[in-house]
């Protein structure tokens, strides 16, 4: 197991790739730290899941769009699994609404971002003290911040392509400390993420144009996250890794 004893805490961790995340790194041997901040019921699942292979897993609800609530997710995670974090995933984001420009006011335009840009540097602001020397992050952009996303999704293609920068700059930062920040960015994955915001036609003629003919697994992208956290990624940072069948080289 190439993550044994590993403390991992994945933010988003209860369901759909956050969940396959949650399950792969325990797999791994990872101790997991699994966060969640309002379907607590399917957290529960996946700790149970976890459990009953010989995992470890605890829960944590909370906000990641506040830093007081980040701050109480180190303060659990320390009491869990002691004062070092090898692992940082920051998976936790969405949506909310497709919206057009002219549908769109101030308020969704910063609830988007907050969400899936600023939440991320909560997190790994909160968890830095915590990250030593050989510790990954791995952020969750998209192949919306490659391609300007779908209808209606400008704002969060915006979020996810500047995640995909400071990644990179972070990559910069914290590499002569010896911490590695590497990206992921999904293409099409079968979640809930897409039967909420995709039509099925659309989903279907987006599969039909990957080369692989395909929607992706989020066990795929957990294998790709456990990958770039483990020491087989020791020399790549600042990767911000594709997954999507080849739908869209960088």
């Avoid at 792969?24 to 730290?33: D, F, M, P, T």
């Avoid at 829960?59 to 090898?86: C, K, M």
């Avoid at 979020?159 to 400071?166: D, H, Q, S």
């Avoid at 770039?228 to 990767?239: C, I, M």
């Amino acid at each position: 197991m190439k993550l044994e004893n590993k403390v991992a805490v994945v933010t988003g961790g209860g369901r759909d790739i956050g969940r396959a995340v949650s399950l792969r790194l325990a797999a791994e041997g990872a101790h997991v730290v699994i966060n969640y901040a309002n379907d607590e019921t399917a957290a529960q699942a996946t700790r149970a899941e976890i459990e009953a292979v010989g995992g470890t897993a605890v829960l944590h609800r909370a906000d990641v769009t506040r830093a007081s609530e980040v701050q109480e997710l180190a303060d659990a995670a320390h009491r869990a699994f002691g004062p070092s974090i090898d692992i940082l995933v920051n998976c936790a984001g969405g949506m909310i609404a497709r919206k057009t420009l002219d549908e769109m006011d101030e308020s969704f335009f910063d609830a988007v971002m907050t969400l899936n840009l600023k939440s991320a540097f909560l997190v790994t602001k909160a968890f830095r003290p915590s990250l030593r020397a050989g510790s990954a992050i791995v952020n969750f952009s998209s192949l919306a911040g490659r391609d300007g996303g779908g209808p209606g999704a400008s704002v969060y293609a915006t979020a996810k392509g500047a995640l995909m920068t400071l990644t990179r700059a972070w990559a910069k930062e914290l590499g002569p400390q010896g911490i590695r920040v590497n990206a992921v960015c999904p293409g099409l994955i079968g979640t809930s993420f897409h039967d909420t915001f995709s039509k099925p036609e659309g989903r279907k003629a987006t599969a039909g144009n990957t080369p692989l003919r395909r929607e992706g697994m989020a066990a795929e992208v957990a294998a790709a996250v456990a990958y770039l956290a483990s020491e087989e990624a020791s020399f790549l940072t600042g990767v911000n890794l594709d997954v999507n069948g080849g739908l869209f080289f960088s």
